[in-house]
């Protein structure tokens, strides 16, 4: 057996720029390709949900194959991949929840079996102040339990809920005054936050890899969906936009 060694951490980096000085074409094209590989998206989703626990490595590849047509088989790739990744992002967010839940119950009901007024320790709580306030936390520690089995009935069927556009801003929807917001306005933050164009890097692929690529120069090119490729500036169905991007941070790598 080797001696122990350190290994070398992660390189991988996600570095952010901006797209400024579009032309009307270019947004046009860009929220066409984001509302299609969108709603793509939000059907996936729904998908690998509907599957929970008994997802497997055949049901992503029939999922990747019915999305090939009406996209690209890298496009597919892409939006599987993303999909993927926000269920099992759902599925530890659940998990954590259960164990917030689970301590939350311990805490009230090792202070219920306390004295009221007593005092606590070092590390330990003591009782509550008053019969009140005992009272109104046996009531919580009641709703606690009820959340607890709820969320870990669902973790065991493999239920996650999930929303794509955020859970925050669907709510917005039902507080339009609130949010100082018209419906129209809430629409179009709506649905701007469901469109999907991004794309993992591949090292082994010239500018990122073959779905949106930046070269040196910071030409930025997308591979346009099967639907769109009518609307292609440049060979084999890709669109140039007509802005250069650069990166302020770590640009020369």
Partial sequence: MAAPFVASGPS????RTSLKHLTAGDEKVLCLVGAHLGSLASKDLKARCQDGLEHSGKAWAVRKRELTPVSSSRWAGSISKATHDQWALARRCQLAHIQNLQAGIRTIERRLSQPIGQKGTKGAPGGYRSRREWHAKSRRLRVLQDRLATARADREAGVVHVVRGGKCLARTRHHLEAAQLTESAWRGRWEVERWFCQAD??????????????SPDGEVSIKLPAPLTHLANAPHGRYVLACRVTFAHRGEQ
């Fill in 201 to 214: 890097g591949e090292s082994g692929k010239r500018y990122g890899n073959e779905t949106i690529r930046v």
């Fill in 12 to 15: 991988g980096v996600a570095v």
